[in-house]
C-alpha cells in the first residue's frame, strides 16, 4: 500500500499534524490539499531523547571479526550496546548536514527509528510493539572513527548529525518492521542495501531487551542499527535514505563554515 498514516511537524510551526503519505510519489496529502514532499519545510517529527544502538545488524558484528574477543569486551555483547545522539544533532527532511573543518567526509548511517509512544519499563517481548507509536528515518551521522570502546562523542554528537523525518509512519501501518528494506543514495547512486530482517535483535527484542533496564518515554526514539558498510559522503553531496513503508529522507552535505549567517541548527 503506497497510501499511509503519517504524523508530520513543520518548521515554524509547533503543533503536531495529521497527514496521509502517499510513498509512491513522494507527495502528502494535509487538510486537504496536496504536496511533494520537497515543497515544505519540514521539522523533524519527535521529541524525546534518540539512543543509537551498536551492532544489531548481523554483518556488523560479524564485521569485527576476532577483535570482538579481545579487551575489553573478550565476546560478543550480552545486551544492546547503546550511545545517544543529543538534541543538538537532530534535523529535519532537507536541512543541510555540517560537514566540520575537521572533517573530510562523514559516514552515513542509514536506522529505523523506532518512536515511542507510552512509558515502556520492563516490557515483554511480546508486547513490545504495543507501547510503539510509529515509526521514521534516521541518519545517524558521524565522522569515520576506528574505536568503539568508548562513546564516540566527538564523531557522532556533532550539530546536525541527526536528520530525522520527513515524518513518522504509524505503527499499524507498518505489518513487520522486521522485514524492511533499507537503502542509501549518494547523488543518485545507490551505495548501500540491507533489511531490517538481518537484525540480531528483532524491533520487539530490542525493545524488550533496553527496558529490561532503563524506562523509555513517549516521545524517545530507539535507532535499531546501522547496517555494516556505511558510505560515506563529502561537501556537496546530496544523501537520500530509503526504507521500504516508511518513506525517504534526504539531505545535503554542506560546509559548516559556509551556513549562512553562522546558523545554528
Given at each position: 500500500?503506497?497510501?499511509?498514516?503519517?504524523?508530520v511537524?513543520?518548521?515554524?510551526?509547533l503543533?503536531?499534524?495529521?497527514?496521509?503519505?502517499?510513498l509512491?510519489?513522494n507527495?502528502?496529502?494535509?487538510?486537504?490539499r496536496?504536496?511533494?514532499?520537497?515543497?515544505?519545510?519540514?521539522d523533524a517529527?519527535?521529541?524525546?531523547?534518540v539512543y543509537?544502538?551498536?551492532?544489531?545488524y548481523k554483518?556488523?558484528l560479524?564485521?569485527?571479526?576476532e577483535t570482538?574477543?579481545?579487551?575489553?569486551?573478550?565476546g560478543?555483547?550480552?545486551?544492546?550496546?547503546?550511545?545517544?545522539?543529543?538534541?543538538n544533532t537532530v534535523?529535519?527532511y532537507g536541512?543541510?548536514?555540517?560537514l566540520?573543518a575537521?572533517?573530510?567526509?562523514l559516514?552515513?548511517?542509514?536506522?529505523?527509528?523506532?518512536v515511542?509512544?507510552r512509558?515502556?519499563?520492563?516490557?515483554s517481548?511480546e508486547q513490545?510493539?504495543?507501547?510503539?507509536?510509529?515509526y521514521?528515518?534516521?541518519?545517524?551521522?558521524?565522522?569515520?572513527h576506528?574505536?568503539?570502546y568508548?562513546?564516540?562523542?566527538?564523531q557522532?554528537a556533532r550539530?546536525g548529525?541527526?536528520?530525522v523525518?520527513?515524518?513518522?509512519v504509524?505503527?499499524?501501518?507498518?505489518?513487520?518492521?522486521?522485514?524492511?528494506?533499507?537503502?542509501?543514495w549518494?547523488?543518485g547512486?545507490l551505495?548501500?542495501?540491507?533489511?531490517?530482517?538481518n537484525l540480531i535483535?528483532?524491533?520487539s527484542r530490542?525493545?524488550?531487551?533496553?527496558t529490561d533496564?532503563m524506562?523509555?518515554?513517549a516521545?524517545?526514539?530507539?535507532?535499531?542499527?546501522?547496517p555494516?558498510g556505511?558510505p560515506?559522503?563529502?561537501a556537496?553531496d546530496h544523501?537520500?535514505?530509503g526504507i521500504?513503508?516508511i518513506?525517504s529522507?534526504?539531505?545535503?552535505?554542506?560546509?559548516?563554515?559556509?551556513?549562512?549567517?553562522?546558523?545554528?541548527?
Open positions: 500500500m503506497s497510501k499511509v498514516k503519517v504524523r511537524k513543520f518548521r515554524g510551526i503543533q503536531e499534524r495529521e497527514a496521509v503519505a502517499n509512491d510519489e507527495r502528502i496529502e494535509l487538510q486537504g496536496h504536496y511533494r514532499v520537497d515543497q515544505l519545510m519540514w517529527p519527535i521529541s524525546g531523547a543509537g544502538t551498536l551492532f544489531n554483518g556488523s560479524a564485521a569485527l571479526g570482538v574477543y579481545e579487551a575489553p569486551y573478550h560478543e555483547p550480552k545486551a544492546p550496546v547503546l550511545y545517544i545522539k543529543p538534541r534535523i529535519g536541512m543541510p548536514i555540517p566540520p575537521d572533517a573530510r567526509e559516514e552515513i548511517g542509514a536506522a529505523l527509528g523506532v515511542m509512544g512509558t515502556a519499563t520492563r516490557v517481548e513490545a510493539l504495543e507501547f510503539v507509536a510509529g521514521t528515518i534516521v541518519n545517524d551521522v558521524s565522522i569515520p576506528q574505536s568503539f568508548r562513546p564516540a562523542i566527538k557522532k550539530d548529525f541527526c536528520p523525518g520527513p515524518w513518522i504509524e505503527q499499524d501501518e507498518v505489518p513487520d518492521p522486521d522485514a524492511l528494506g533499507v537503502r542509501v549518494i547523488n547512486e551505495r548501500q542495501e540491507n533489511t531490517t530482517a535483535r528483532s524491533v530490542l525493545i524488550a531487551d533496553v533496564f524506562t523509555l518515554y516521545g524517545d526514539t530507539l535507532l535499531v542499527g546501522v555494516e556505511a560515506v559522503a563529502k556537496g544523501v537520500r535514505i521500504d513503508g518513506g529522507l534526504e539531505n545535503t552535505i554542506i560546509y559548516e563554515d559556509e551556513l549562512a549567517g553562522g546558523q545554528r541548527l
